[in-house]
């Protein structure tokens, strides 16, 4: 019964450290990262997938169910758990790529919007709305 404890701990830190999230702060100019797409290919993706794949069909089941298909084979649960390790840090990296490309387009759009000549009509509106 040790493992299922195990494994019910692990699982409570994998979903309390999925809801830490830190801000991330963008200035309002920043240099490009240096980053490379090469490594993002077809493989990439499938190994991202497969894992997600598979901790769903984990999480599906209860304390009794994944005790027993642990049971039926140690040896697969053994070869899992470092591997879905593996896959939750390079889903957290790829996360905050893709949260701090979201501050940056939030940035750039309020920078636009903030530089944005007013059209004439607002402007008139402005002027005759003021106080003489």
């Given at each position: 019964m040790p493992p299922v404890n195990a494994l019910a701990?692990?699982?409570?830190?994998?979903?309390r450290e999925s809801k830490i999230v830190e801000p991330i702060s963008t200035k309002s100019t920043f240099?490009?990262?240096?980053?490379?797409?090469?490594?993002?290919?077809?493989?990439?993706?499938?190994?991202r997938l497969q894992g997600v794949r598979l901790?769903?069909?984990?999480?599906?089941?209860?304390s009794e169910?994944?005790?027993?298909?642990?049971?039926?084979?140690?040896a697969a649960f053994n070869r899992a758990l470092p591997?879905?390790?593996?896959?939750?840090?390079?889903?957290r990296k790829s996360a905050v790529l893709v949260e701090k490309a979201a501050a940056?387009?939030?940035?750039?759009l309020a920078r636009h919007e903030r530089e944005q000549?007013?059209?004439?009509?607002?402007?008139?509106?402005?002027?005759?709305s003021s106080p003489a």
């Open positions: 701990r692990l699982f409570k830190l994998t979903e240099k490009a990262l240096k980053l490379s797409l090469d490594r993002l290919d077809r493989d990439w993706s499938r190994r901790a769903v069909f984990l999480l599906k089941k209860d169910g994944l005790y027993g298909a642990a049971a039926a084979d140690p591997y879905l390790k593996g896959e939750a840090i390079h889903l940056r387009i939030s940035t750039v000549p007013q059209p004439q009509s607002q402007q008139s509106e402005l002027t005759s």
